[in-house]
């Protein structure tokens, strides 16, 4: 066993992370991730004034830059990348991986609240039949994108 540690670094040349290969390698902490790495990948790019900083090593950062290196590309995006929120410049989703929140949303720990989630739109569905919390939600909202829907209820006050 060996007894130093190796620090890896991912490379990031002009917003461009290099990522399309093994890369990620270092950074892979469960057996899922291997498989995921050995798909076919592309470098990903981050928005202009977006960084990694050195948070590259943390398990969201790292399942979401496979999500954008293996992902395909959604259309339309999330609301959160929609609104040019995101850290990536395009919205990815890798289909049956990470309940399908795009990469983005993952790396922020919003993994559930992406529009394209599969917890989303459970939530979503909830909300369409009325019930909340094992309520019924009367009030009607309309989303960003027009699609008219059960308002949350409020659990503190």
Known sequence: MATGSTS??????????MCAENELKP???????????ALPGK?????????????????RVVESLLIQS???RNTPACDY???????????RSLGGWFGEA???CKRNDKAASCTLSDAYKAQEQLQKD?????QQNKE?????????TKKPTNYYG
């Not at 470098?43 to 398990?59: A, C, F, S, W």
């Open 70 to 72: 293996r992902g395909r």
């Open 140 to 148: 009607e909202t309309t989303t960003k994108r027009g699609r008219t």
């Open 27 to 37: 950074y892979a902490t469960h057996p899922d991730h291997e498989k995921l790495i």
């Open 8 to 17: 890896h670094r991912l490379e990031i040349v002009n917003q461009v992370v």
């Open 81 to 91: 990348c929609e609104e040019g929120l995101g850290i990536y410049a395009d919205c």
């Open 43 to 59: 470098d990903v790019i981050m928005r202009p004034n977006k960084t990694l900083l050195d948070d590259h090593r943390e398990l």
């Open 102 to 104: 795009c990469g983005s």
């Open 130 to 134: 009325g019930i909340v919390g094992g």
